[in-house]
């Protein structure tokens, strides 16, 4: 993973501007994807404060997707939500409770993010490519959603102030 070396203090620098935590979240999505060639969609979910067990899409880059809500279960994301892991999925052609976000799609990795005990949120990865995740890939994604951990809590938190 040779750009992740230059990839964490361009994350921590942006974690540490005074931008509003939905565009530090927006600015770490694309940083991401343009670093790691098989990061094709860079997406977090947020844990909706209001009912505890649904997925709200938060900030992303790539392709919109349908999928704004997903019930803790449901997909690869919903899964990795309800069984509180990380969840690899080298071929999702393979995987039966998979929410389809376009077809150019081969693979996918959701990983939770922790607050105090609780998952808040996930960091979603979709790739073009064929199984492309290592444990590089984990290790990457691990440290960088707890350094994001404080500000999809700051985003989680403005959701409870809006009326749906
Ligand atoms: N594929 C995901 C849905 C989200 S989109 O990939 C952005 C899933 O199965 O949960």
Redesign the pocket.
Known sequence: MENSATLMPKIRATLQTDRPSEEKLQLICQLLRDAIPHYD?V?FYIVDPRSTRELI?GP?VGAP?E?TR?PFG??????AAALAQTFIVQD?SQEN?????SPD?RS?I?VPIWWKGEIIGEL?I?SHTLAPFTEADRELLDHICALVAATVRAVQTDLTKEVL
């Open positions: 969609w997406g899409l992303y997707t999928h997903i449901r997909g690869i994301c919903g899964q999702v409770n998979y929410l389809a976000c799609v996918e959701v979603d979709d």
